[in-house]
Nanobody, 123 residues
Framework: QVQLVESGGGLVQAGGSLRLSCAASGRTVSNYAMGWFRQAPGKEREFVTAISWTGLSTRYADSVQGRFTISRDNAKNTVYLQMNSLKPEDTAVYYC????????????????WGQGTQVTVSS
């Protein structure tokens, strides 16, 4: 079992920045790909970004490419999402995810999800 707890969400003006954190517990995640999804009101959940177990490979949705940066600190069992140049359309609940298959990359299958953190961007 892996527990994921997100933090760092909040209210920010358009053009501003936020940094989300996701702390994992129950098992070390240093050998697993991790990522972020988001779900806006009335919309389906969508992929945002993912990072390989080494941290050397990343993937981004077109909508966030160049504005968001994913990173990880395996010593702290934590993954981060730095969000810059935020737009009102980035408003959503952001979920941290992990694929607990050993050293798989790339991946589209995530088997543990956090509870989410709300990000609201005002215009």
């Amino acid at each position: 079992q892996v527990q994921l707890v997100e933090s760092g969400g909040g209210l920010v003006q358009a053009g501003g920045s936020l940094r989300l954190s996701c702390a994992a517990s129950g098992r070390t995640v240093s050998n697993y790909a991790m990522g972020w999804f988001r779900q806006a009101p009335g919309k389906e959940r969508e992929f945002v970004t993912a990072i390989s177990w080494t941290g050397l490979s990343t993937r981004y949705a077109d909508s966030v490419q160049g504005r968001f940066t994913i990173s990880r600190d395996n010593a702290k069992n934590t993954v981060y999402l730095q969000m810059n140049s935020l737009k009102p359309e980035d408003t959503a609940v952001y979920y941290c995810v992990v694929d607990t298959r050993f050293r798989i990359w790339p991946t589209t299958r995530y088997d543990y999800w956090g509870q989410g953190t709300q990000v609201t961007v005002s215009s």
